[in-house]
């Protein structure tokens, strides 16, 4: 196995009293796609800043592609590309002009800029908008060019922070599909997202992350598998009777958690679980059974749930 | 079809139903309430602006000038001089501040006058109220600024106190002028245009010095500007020297205002509700 | 070695190489960046440069003079043309009103309105050096104000000595900079426009303007006025100003005296500017 791109042992950050990250251990391999999942303010921002080698760490130590962020900030950043959670385009300068000026500080010269341009305009389906002025993209277009401009230098790893948040659908879609083209030519990915669909799209492997620290870490399927049931149920009872009816089904199925406005019953087989529900003479308004997904595991792991 | 070109259908193209809905005050009243929370440094400097101008000017510089002798042969101060000018001067800089900046926010930014076009209020409304708005703020300087003249004992005559009346009229000018004027720019460049023709109408207009200094056809050039106009109409009004000549500059403010709420209105009902 | 090893170095070697240019040059990528977006506004930049220097010589220099009673600025043989008194104070003062709107919005601008200057951080770029940049860029712009002003100020022979618009120049960015530097650290460390810029402004720069013997000498001013001369680069860069353009006389210890103030103005205002952005972009 090569030897890893980013490690961290015993990483902690602290803001004057806040600690905003509280000792996190973690391993980034070559190739690989890795997520931190976690709701607002769980650290994850934070700690891909000090990757990203612009916040100094307060203690533990970091390493990444073997070199300290502390003393080697610009080499380490001439390495990455990175993908802010709020774009910071230039709204000065036209839609190719903010890909070149952006390899300029990188020092590579500009008709290499000017052909990886024109390259990474057809990558994030931008051609046509060459010309264009930002103030005139749409936010999915503004988010292409955004890591289309973190390409330009040939990043050995792509970070990305909350890469799909405030989009639509469809955008947050073709987004998904130009990330994984950069999977499958051998860029390291690591993202931060606070959707489970987007983890379990993109990422090889995930921690999951609160209050600065790590609560799990393992592959979407295998922290499903380790910190959840097979299948789900959502009952919903109207939600003057969920916590009643809760009580009543108590015993039923792996685990139960209450909601406010549903009951969740993880059990194995979720059909059975919904027979037994009815043979309790209970009738929920609506029942629904699914399989189990990160956001359970984060339930379970902390107690809460990731959008609040 | 929108309720506003509804009604303008029924009443015909142009009816004044349309145009004004007697609301200007709702208008005034956002921009009251908007101004408490800006900032008040910004609010106040409008005040000290022209009074450090005077002491830098009037007293310090004066005393390398001495007396300037009017046309009528009288000789005054050189504070006295320059002071009604500077009002002048700072009426003009507040109306266009509020008419141009201001407004050229709204449009583009803030996307105030959409919201504003979208309720029952005509865009005579908008465009009285927002004016209504600069000319508070101006009457207000205005009366502080000739308080320190009082005091300074820059007032020569009683007539002095008809000066407030005056920045209103020669402030609504300014301001409806400004807001037609920003309703046809589209970006910052633009704007800054409005600087360059506003630092040579205060270099020039009789502000500093009479305009006899100049060769004839330069006269003539300032006296079409409006600034000129301005402050010789106040300056006969703290002197005491009202002529022929302050009833036509009376006359120039009131055209000036009269082309500027129509142009404005026009461009605010094509730009908003065509 | 293993496979591992050769995989590793392979990377940190790469990034070894890949910020020897940023490290080396990274000021100037800044700086470059910088005048692009200033041609957004290159015609203002330009009238307003050749512009005011012209309104500002004709209006008080020829208008106002024509007006004065008594001479108002004196070199070693006797009274000077107006004009040729206030023409240094009046450069200065443009260099400064570049500053004005550079080092204020356009530095809110990069951290907040446009976030441009984060975009640099996550480059190779260090943050001393987008401080370093931005200066370098703005010196080109006032560079060019001072230059176009000078050359007015020649062609209307408001200088007593010829040689000295070679100078002039060179004092207008000194005093630019002494003004601007502190400036500048003031405007990173601010997260929020909240009407500081336009206090600045109007509560610093006019006043300054206006009581820095800007117009006449500061001895005209009431004593207890006369410190606002003293702290104000306006003031400092005039006097030597004028003492290069028309001798105006002044001993070698004045001299020191003026340089001194304008170049710890602007050295200390340095220091903190780069502490500042440090501070931010890496904290």
């Known amino acids: 196995m090569p030897a890893p791109v980013i490690t961290a042992t015993g990483l902690t950050k602290h803001y004057g009293d806040l600690v905003a990250v509280a000792g996190i251990d973690l391993e980034v391999a070559p190739g690989e796609s890795f997520g931190l999942l976690g709701p607002n303010g769980a650290g994850k921002s934070t700690t891909m800043r000090m990757i990203g080698a612009v916040s100094t760490r307060t203690g533990g130590d970091l390493q990444v592609l073997g070199l300290d962020p502390d003393t080697h900030g610009p080499e380490i950043r001439s390495q990455l590309g990175v993908v802010p959670q709020e774009d910071n385009l230039d709204t000065e300068l036209r839609v190719r002009d903010n890909l070149i000026v952006y390899g300029r500080y990188f020092g590579i010269p500009r008709a290499v800029c000017a052909r990886r341009a024109d390259e990474l305009l057809a990558f994030a389906q931008l051609e046509d908008k060459a010309r264009s002025k930002v103030d005139d993209l749409s936010g999915g277009m503004k988010r292409r060019l955004t890591i289309a401009r973190a390409l330009v230098n040939e990043p050995r790893v792509l970070m990305l922070d909350e890469p799909t948040t405030g989009l639509d659908p469809q955008a947050r879609h073709v987004l998904w599909d130009r990330l994984f083209r950069l999977k499958e030519r051998g860029t390291t990915l690591v993202l931060t997202t606070h959707y489970m669909d987007e983890a379990e799209q993109l990422c090889d492997r995930l921690v999951v992350v609160d209050q600065g620290r790590i609560m799990a870490e393992g592959s979407p399927a295998q922290l499903i598998r380790e910190h959840s049931s097979r299948e789900v149920v959502e009952l919903r009872f109207g939600s003057q009777r969920n916590q009643a009816a809760a009580e009543r089904i108590a015993g039923l199925g792996d685990r139960i958690e209450t909601l406010p406005d549903r009951v969740l019953v993880y059990a194995a087989d979720g059909e059975a679980v919904v027979e037994q529900v009815s043979r309790l003479g209970l009738h929920p308004t609506t029942s629904l059974v699914r399989r189990s997904s990160l956001e359970d595991v984060f339930l379970r792991l902390t107690g809460r749930s990731l959008i609040e | ?274 | 070695m293993s496979v591992e090893q050769t995989t590793r170095d392979d990377a940190t070697l790469a990034a070894l190489a890949g910020a020897v240019r940023p490290r080396r040059f990274g000021a100037l990528y800044v700086a470059e960046h910088q005048l692009r977006a200033m041609r957004a506004y290159g015609w203002t930049i330009v009238i307003g440069g050749l512009g005011q220097p012209l309104l500002y010589l004709l209006g008080l220099g020829l208008g106002l003079a024509s007006f004065l009673d008594a001479p108002v600025g004196f070199g070693p043989d006797g009274p000077v043309p107006y004009v040729t008194f206030v023409a240094p104070a009046l450069l200065v003062t443009a260099t400064i009103s570049v500053t004005t709107e550079e080092f204020t919005y356009t530095v809110m601008s990069g951290f907040k309105w446009r976030r441009v200057f984060w975009g640099m951080n996550a480059s190779p770029l260090a943050p001393g050096q987008v401080a370093t940049g931005l200066v370098l860029a703005v010196a080109v712009r006032m560079a060019f104000v001072a230059v176009a002003y000078t050359a007015l100020i020649a062609a209307f022979g408001a200088v007593g000595h010829l040689w000295s618009v070679a100078v002039l120049p060179l004092l207008g960015l000194l005093g630019g900079m002494a003004f601007g530097l502190p400036l500048l650290a003031y405007s990173a460390g601010l997260r929020d426009d909240a009407g500081q810029f336009a206090a600045v402004q109007r509560f610093v720069f006019t006043p300054m303007f206006l009581f820095s013997g800007t117009f006449y000498p500061l001895a005209t001013l009431p004593t207890w006025l006369h410190w606002i001369g003293w702290v104000s680069p306006l003031w400092h860069a005039s006097e030597l100003g004028r003492a290069v353009s028309y001798a105006q006389p002044m001993s070698g210890a004045t001299v020191a005296v003026h340089l001194g103030v304008l170049v710890a103005l602007a050295a200390g205002g340095w220091v903190l500017a780069r502490r500042v952005f440090v501070g931010r972009m890496h904290g």
Request: aromatic share 12%; net charge positive.
């Open chain 2, 1 to 274: 079809m929108s309720a506003p070109t509804l009604t303008a259908a029924v009443t015909g193209a142009g009816g004044v139903r349309a145009l004004y809905r007697g609301n200007a005050r709702a208008v005034l009243g956002r921009g009251l309430l908007a101004a408490r929370s800006s900032t008040w440094v910004v609010v106040v400097s409008g005040f000290f602006e022209p009074v450090f101008f005077l002491l830098a000017m009037g007293v310090g510089l004066g005393t390398y000038i001495g007396d300037v002798t009017l046309p009528s042969g009288r000789a005054i101060a050189y504070a006295a001089y320059i002071a009604p000018a500077l009002l002048a001067v700072s009426a003009m800089n507040g109306a266009v501040y509020d008419s141009t900046w201001n407004v050229f926010f709204k449009m583009h930014f803030g996307k105030l006058y959409q919201a504003m076009m979208a309720t029952s209020l005509g865009p005579l409304d908008v465009a009285l109220g927002e004016i209504g708005y600069a000319l508070l703020r101006g009457v207000v300087y205005a009366t502080g600024f000739l308080t320190v003249m009082q005091v300074m004992g820059l007032n020569l005559s009683w007539t002095a106190v008809l000066t407030l009346p005056a920045v209103l009229l020669i402030a609504f000018g300014f301001a409806s002028l400004g807001m037609a004027i920003t309703s046809y720019m589209s970006t910052f460049q633009q704007m800054d245009w409005i600087q360059f023709v506003l630092l040579p109408m205060f270099l020039f207009s009789a502000t500093f010095f009479p305009l006899t200094v100049y060769p004839e056809p330069i006269q003539w050039l300032i006296q079409a500007l409006p600034l000129w106009h301005a402050v010789e109409l106040i300056r006969g009004l703290t002197t005491g020297e009202l002529t022929g000549g302050t009833a036509g500059h009376v006359a120039y403010y009131l055209a000036m205002a009269a082309v500027g709420v129509v142009v404005t209105t026009r461009r605010l009902r094509s730009l908003f509700l065509d």
